[in-house]
């Protein structure tokens, strides 16, 4: 059946009689057998259905009237159609390479086809859309080469949808990627090619041997960017979000963002100069006390004049980790999207706010992040309306050629899985470079989806300005040293066109470089007046977090649970699901009624949105929760509808978005990391499915979420939810690697808790909402229980709820001893504590002389609390800390420093757990149990402190 094209009639003008009876005989065979016939014909038949059924229906024309001339016309349609495929091979497009290229795909002889034979042809024949002023076949062919070999080449054909493909093909070959510049256009556009370039060359003369990753040789990219940010403002977004590596990253920031030049040149300095306040419109994102490199640092540039509305270009801070940023890009451009003001899921508005990602031509095949970005771009709880993404493709990565880095021809093969429409485009043609930019913002506003513009140029010096290329990439660079730059190329074109005379080129340069030699002479010499002092944290952040109350009144927990137990008149819950649920009824009613962690968590969630704090939730099966414990969506069995009693809850004053993420960590947690950041407001959490597959997202941990405001004062208040605990389930079902983020832990940059009770946990979420606001704000990191979700030594009393607050420290529960019997003990954390609890409870034995303490707070150290007990123990003779996890992981390296030193040598400190892996645990479950067996045994047996295995190991 035909699939596109604007009539069946088209491909058939010029056949009648024989010729006309010979394609229908054809299309017959055709439709009992569609491989019957020849692939030319086949693929004719597919796209343009049959020919006319009736001679008289048959149009006449000038082709030859013999059975060869059909297949003639098949072929010449097959040209035309692999033009349009394969162009891009053909095409000028790498700056750099001049050599003949293989053109066998698009030459007529290949086909068959002589000149006579395309004169012969109608051109709507060929070209169904042709220009009215195309009238051969021989013309319709080599106009569709112009288009398609040119500075610009297209690869759409992996766009599988008939309306998007059609629509990008209609806008190549009708022109309409170009608009219609002014020569006062192109002598502006010259004037920003000098700026950019000058800029550079001065840098370079003025700053010798310094690192400054240079734009040269992808020059065009800031008019690109000039132009896709005010054609977005021009329509309405509020917001333009842009990631990108280091290289032409300065530039960027100078003639996107608007920072000044003294800035920057005072950064070169090596001096602060904080006091140089950005003018035009633009600052730096406030600024960590321990900073970044120059070339990492992101920047705001508010846009008022022009526009109804004031807009904001916001380019994002990035670590030398290149293509990580994306996520948190994406992250960024959704916050700014969504209206979080009412209950609900939020309202999402794509045309607020759009992103620009500019990735490396290495590392977009190279690292994984990339693809996983690519795959958030259509789902539900990540999508965007569409993403602008540019390579910047300076044909290879450090020193390796693009042989050794990818498997595929071209950087933006990746995309293709995706269906992103890809323009390769000429770096040195400008003109041809702000066509493909048009082109992707018209696409983006069309359809909704994403771009990929690859941007070929070179990199005019090596990696960085230290690095000599031509010791690895001699016969690269010894094009690259002959080159003209894009300016001297594109001045040439406008002296010739008449536009400019063969001066003004040259005014242009030396103006921009007595301007940027006068800029430089106002930033003091870099001479440093007294000693460098090192970085101190600010006293918000040593002060650590403000008082809050987050205890609530049985009657207002009361009434947030009779709303989240309702749902829709004809809404069936899952049988199973409704039965635990209406448990939940009779928790404030009864003398001994508990809630579980899944309840408490629910209570904190209903009691946040009640106070107009935003939520998001989203993870790897969060609606339900890995262990089938949340149940925050709702399905109804019957109809196949989902309902959350979060957004109907009466109280909620704001959002809740909650959504299943993709099978990915590093991608998702970037992408909540951002949000959070661009809606500080937000209660944003992540929760992993295991905690041990959260070190997938190892990088946003390290650069970002555990360092970021230090470097670039970059607040954010994130949860990370990470499910762990010893349950004899392997090596990869036990451990969120607690002593990773222990590690990370300084300068107060974040909490990390491992809590025992569903209390605990409603106290420590509340707390976390509430100082969203506040300067002193951090994220929070914790170790969720598993097991534990249904275990009722976890559950927690009404009256912990309405009279609690979130301790850093617990006594054990129902463990009542005199402090002056006390003779040891026991410090642990998160689920071992509660096993610590269980063994002592179904023993009869005497426990006067032990007590437990559970660390439910390790990071910050709750110093003062633990001092504070343990004044009260006068015959203590020992403190064991007790861990489930290796010795060497968990927190026994971070905590025995710490206990030594508030013990102070009054009593021994000592170690009970599993000793030094390499593995966090074991994969057979009958050993595991032995294990911990053992571990509570000589934690509770004071004969066996010094041991820590069967096999023996002194650790104390």
Not at 849 to 876: A, G, H, K, S, T
Request: glycine content about 6%.
């Amino acid at each position: 059946m035909a699939t596109n094209g604007p009539s069946n009639e088209k491909p058939w003008q010029g056949f009648s009689g024989p010729n006309l009876g010979y394609a229908i005989e054809l299309y017959e065979q055709y439709k009992t057998d569609p491989d019957s016939v020849e692939p030319n014909l086949k693929e004719l038949f597919d796209k343009w259905g049959p020919p006319p059924t009736s001679f008289e229906d048959a149009p006449t024309g000038e082709v030859k009237q013999d059975p060869s001339s059909m297949k003639k016309v098949v072929a010449a349609v097959k040209l035309a159609e692999n033009i349009r495929t394969y162009g891009h091979l053909a095409a000028e497009i790498n700056p750099l390479e001049k050599a003949q290229k293989d053109t066998r795909v698009l030459d007529p002889n290949e086909y068959g086809l002589s000149e006579e034979d395309l004169q012969s042809i109608p051109a709507d024949v060929v070209w169904s859309e042709a220009p009215s002023n195309i009238r051969t076949g021989l013309e319709a062919i080599n106009r569709l080469k112009e288009i398609y070999t040119k500075s610009l080449a297209y690869e759409f054909n992996h766009v599988h949808e008939d309306e998007e493909r059609n629509w990008l093909f209609e806008m190549v070959e009708t022109d309409s990627i170009y608009r219609s510049l002014s020569s006062d256009d192109r002598v502006n556009l010259l004037q920003r090619l000098t700026e950019v370039e000058g800029f550079e060359k001065f840098l370079h003369r003025t700053f010798v041997g310094q690192k400054r990753f240079s734009i040269e040789g992808l020059d065009s990219m800031v008019p690109m960017l000039d132009d896709i940010i005010k054609s977005g403002v021009k329509d309405g977004a509020r917001n333009v979000m842009i990631g990108m590596a280091h290289r032409g990253r300065l530039n960027v920031l100078a003639h996107v963002l608007n920072k000044p030049y003294e800035k920057i040149f005072a950064e070169f300095h090596h001096s602060p100069n904080k006091e140089l306040f950005p003018s035009e419109g633009s600052m730096g994102i406030n600024y960590g006390w321990t900073g970044d490199v120059k070339y990492h640092l992101g920047g705001n540039r508010e846009i008022e004049e022009g526009t109804t509305e004031p807009a904001s270009i916001t380019l994002a801070n990035n670590p030398s980790h290149l293509e990580y940023v994306n996520p948190v890009v994406e992250g960024y451009t959704r916050a700014a999207q969504e209206d979080r003001t009412s209950a609900g899921y939020p309202k999402q508005d794509v045309s607020k706010s759009f992103s620009i990602m500019i990735h490396g031509d290495a590392a977009f095949p190279g690292e994984g992040i990339v693809a996983e970005t690519l795959n958030l771009s259509r789902l539900p709880g990540y999508q965007l309306g569409g993403s602008i993404h540019i390579i910047a493709n300076n044909l290879l990565g450090f020193t390796t050629k693009s042989h050794d880095s990818r498997s595929t021809r071209y950087a933006s093969d990746l995309a293709k899985g995706f269906e992103v429409p890809i323009v390769h485009v000429n770096a040195d043609d400008p003109e041809a470079c702000l066509a493909a930019i048009h082109l992707a913002y018209q696409y983006r506003m069309q359809f909704k989806k994403d771009f990929l513009i690859d941007l070929i140029g070179y990199r005019k010096y090596g990696h960085n300005e230290m690095d000599d290329p031509n010791a690895t990439n001699p016969k690269l660079y010894e094009k690259v040293n002959k080159h003209r730059t894009v300016r001297e190329l594109y001045a040439e074109v406008l002296q010739n066109d008449g536009v400019i005379n063969g001066d003004q080129s040259n005014k242009m340069d030396k103006q921009v470089q007595d301007m940027l030699q006068e800029k430089y002479e106002q930033v003091s010499s870099g001479e440093d007046d007294g000693d460098i002092n090192e970085a101190e944290t600010p006293e918000q952040i040593v002060h650590g977090l403000p008082k809050v109350n987050t205890a609530l009144p049985l009657e207002e927990l009361k009434s947030m649970n009779e709303g989240l137990l309702k749902w829709p008149e004809n809404f069936n819950v899952y049988p199973k699901l409704e039965k635990i649920l209406n448990r939940r009824k009779k928790v404030f009613e009864e003398e001994n009624g508990k809630v579980d962690w899944a309840m408490g968590e629910t209570l904190a969630y209903a009691s946040i949105l009640k106070d107009g704090t935003p939520i998001r939730l989203t993870g790897q099966d969060t609606e339900r929760g890995t262990f089938a414990q949340r149940h925050l969506v709702l399905h109804d069995p019957q109809s196949g509808d989902v309902f959350s009693p979060l957004h109907k809850l009466p109280e909620a004053k704001a959002s809740f978005g909650i959504h299943n993420s993709p099978l990915s960590e590093a991608s998702v947690v970037g992408y909540e990391y951002g949000y959070n950041v661009i809606a500080p407001e937000t209660l944003v959490l992540w929760e992993a499915q295991y905690g041990d597959f959260a070190n997938a997202a190892q990088v946003i941990y390290d650069q970002f979420i555990s360092a970021g405001r230090a470097k670039w004062g970059q607040k954010s208040g994130m949860v990370l939810l990470l499910p762990h605990g010893y349950e004899g389930q392997g090596p990869e079902h036990s451990s969120a690697r607690l002593e990773r983020f222990l590690q990370l832990s300084a300068e107060n940059n974040w909490t990390v808790a491992n809590l025992t009770s569903a209390a605990q946990y409603f106290h420590i979420l509340r707390k976390q909402a509430a100082i969203l606001d506040k300067e002193e704000v951090r994220p929070l990191v914790i170790m969720t229980p598993k097991s534990l979700l249904r275990n009722p030594r976890v559950a927690s009393t009404p009256k912990e709820f309405t009279d609690g607050e979130f301790k850093p420290v617990m006594r054990q529960p129902n463990h009542d001893t005199k402090k002056d019997k006390v003779k040891r003990l026991i410090l642990c954390t998160g689920k071992v504590a509660v096993d610590v609890q269980t063994e002592m409870e179904s023993s009869d034995q005497n426990w006067d002389w032990i007590d437990v303490l559970r660390i439910e707070q390790l990071y910050p150290f709750p110093e003062d609390e633990i001092i504070e007990q343990l004044e009260q123990y006068e015959n203590l003779e020992e403190i064991i800390w007790v861990q489930e996890e290796p010795k060497n992981m968990g927190a026994w390296f971070y905590v025995e420093s710490r206990i030594k030193s508030i013990a102070s040598n009054r009593v021994t400190i000592s170690y009970i757990g599993r000793p030094d892996r390499s593995s966090p645990a074991g994969g057979e479950p009958d050993v595991h149990k032995r294990e911990q067996e053992r571990i509570l045994n000589q934690a509770l047996n004071l004969n066996q402190t010094n041991t820590v295995t069967t096999e023996g190991g002194n650790v104390s």
